[in-house]
């Protein structure tokens, strides 16, 4: 019998041996020659297993987009890993005291279903890769194995993969804090760092209930929203992906973004700002939107300013027509091109992301455009079918300043009610500004003196909306004077050029008459002489 000492002697050097042998084995073995022998290597080894392995890895085979899958499985193995794993991987939460726990990598955790067991392995590999100026990355890719006997493989993937997906699925929407994204740089697209979209918690509050807006319009759009959330099978019926865009638009401050937090709360979504001016073409604005998950809001704010999306299809006419326009613009227009510079997504490209193809690749998307001049959009842009729902935000009306007065000071009546009614049926003021005015700025301020100060506020609004009217009335008129008598100059120009040219018209007519007639003369001389 060996000693302790002797084993642990063989042991090393058995270990070393292997060493060596493996580095000589990596380093002279040709690539293809290695991949031989490991295939039949892993063949060998099946035909003496009786163990099946499935992987599931985290990115789909080409790497465009996550593995619901892999998430879903992720999330199943977090309810028991702390309990029977032994290395764990610990993740804060902002918004938790908690730590969330769940398997590390290189780890393995048992599962038991139906009296079967399983085991789960958590594996990731790092692949090195070289650019063209000599710099070395690195790449993380993350995949779950299932191992399991095979006599049991028809109830595994018949019936335990299914458990596991679906389970997993739940306990993610259970377990999920809606975030807000907004798009990274692409040269911020590596899994160490933030990739595709960072993220914040969404804990915006607004509601149907706060948003100032006709009640009967608000009843019409949750009505629509719920009828969405819930058209899945109608929508695979029908043959069109499963998503719906709506087109908010109004002048500033009547609630565009508000209305999209309040879609966002109703229908408990997440939401993706979308910022297309740093994304670089329309390929990566493809990869963008395969990045994103169902459940979720895509948001392209103040579309009109956010590329030059409002004009790409003019016809040769009106191209012509619009040649003068476009050289008073040019300085306005020199910011916005320079931060344009570095993105070539263009309103193909845009149209084929949300409405193409590529729109079809994942399920329950609500897509959203704002903009305050709906008139500037291109028509393809905002036709039904690409931006079903069309909602005009409009300015502060009655019924919308009673919800305002319910929020801000809660009272559902006052006795300047009817003054406030009849005022902003006669002036425009955005709900925005009414809500500013009816908050209170002192401890001091009452109900009553905010309802007063919105009558005062309103009236002088009126006030600077019919003077600024008389000015433009004033404007247009004086325009129209002085093309009136630019016009009855060119006609008396004309009138002057005509006469002026009839007059030369008849002294040249006289002339040539005076040099035919003194021609004859001399011909008659000439032949009196020859007679």
Request: glycine share 6%; with cysteine; charged share 40%.
């Amino acid at each position: 019998m060996f000693e302790t000492g002797a084993i642990w002697g063989i042991t090393g050097t058995t270990v070393t041996s292997f060493m060596f042998i493996w580095a000589i084995y990596s380093q002279y073995v040709p690539r293809h020659l290695r991949v031989t022998v490991e295939k039949y290597g892993y063949k060998m080894v099946g035909w003496v297993s009786f163990y099946v392995h499935i992987k599931f890895t985290e990115y789909t085979e080409e790497g465009l987009k996550r593995s619901e899958n892999y998430d879903a499985i992720r999330n199943y193995l977090s309810t028991n890993s702390a309990a029977r794993a032994q290395r764990l991987k610990a993740n804060e939460s902002k918004n938790s005291k908690s730590l969330v726990l769940s398997m590390d990598d290189h780890e393995e955790v048992e599962d038991e279903f139906n009296g079967v067991k399983v085991k789960w392995y958590s594996n990731v590999k790092v692949t090195q890769t070289q650019s063209n100026y000599g710099r070395t990355s690195s790449d993380e890719r993350r995949f779950f194995t299932l191992t399991f006997h095979r006599r049991h493989r028809g109830m595994i993937i018949e019936t335990y993969l299914n458990h596991v997906i679906d389970e997993g699925k739940a306990i993610g929407l259970r377990n999920r804090e809606r975030k807000l994204y907004t798009n990274n740089s692409s040269s911020e697209w590596y899994p160490w760092r933030s990739g595709k979209w960072s993220n914040v918690p969404f804990h915006h509050p607004a509601t149907f209930e706060t948003l100032a807006m006709d009640p009967e319009k608000k009843e019409r759009i949750k009505k629509d929203l719920i009828k969405f959330s819930k058209g899945k099978d109608y929508y695979k019926k029908v043959g069109k992906p499963w998503k719906r865009g709506y087109l908010l638009f109004g002048p500033p401050g009547t609630g565009k973004s508000t209305m999209i937090s309040a879609i966002a709360n109703f229908l408990d979504y997440d939401v993706y700002d979308l910022e297309l001016t740093t994304v670089k073409d329309n390929s990566e604005l493809k990869k963008l939107l395969l990045d994103t998950k169902g459940k979720s809001i895509i948001v392209i704010e103040d579309i009109d300013c956010s590329l030059d999306l409002t004009g790409q299809r003019k016809t040769k006419k009106e191209e012509d027509e619009e040649d003068d326009a476009e050289k008073k613009k040019e300085a306005e227009k020199k910011e916005k091109k320079e931060a344009e510079k570095l993105s070539k997504v263009t309103l193909s490209g845009l149209l084929n992301s949300i409405d193409g193809l590529w729109s079809a690749c994942s399920d329950e998307k609500i897509i959203i455009f704002t903009t305050n001049f709906v008139d500037k959009l291109d028509p393809a842009l905002i036709r039904r079918g690409r931006m079903d729902n069309h909602i005009e935000m409009s300015y502060c009306k009655f019924e919308a300043f009673k919800v305002l007065a319910k929020n801000y000071l809660d009272i559902e009546s006052h006795e300047l009610y009817g003054e406030i009614e009849r005022l902003l049926e006669e002036t425009d003021v955005s709900p925005a500004d009414v809500a500013e005015t009816l908050m209170p700025k002192s401890d001091e301020d009452d109900a009553d003196v905010c309802i007063k100060r919105l009558v005062k506020t309103v009236e002088e609004e009126k006030e600077k909306a019919k003077k600024l009217a008389e000015e433009e009335e004033k404007s247009k008129a004086e325009k129209e004077e002085k093309r009136k008598k630019k016009k009855e100059e060119e006609a008396e120009k004309k009138k002057i050029e005509e006469e002026e040219k009839k007059k030369t018209e008849e002294e040249d007519k006289k002339e040539n008459e005076k040099k035919v007639k003194g021609s004859e003369e001399n011909g008659d001389v000439s032949a009196s002489g020859i007679k």
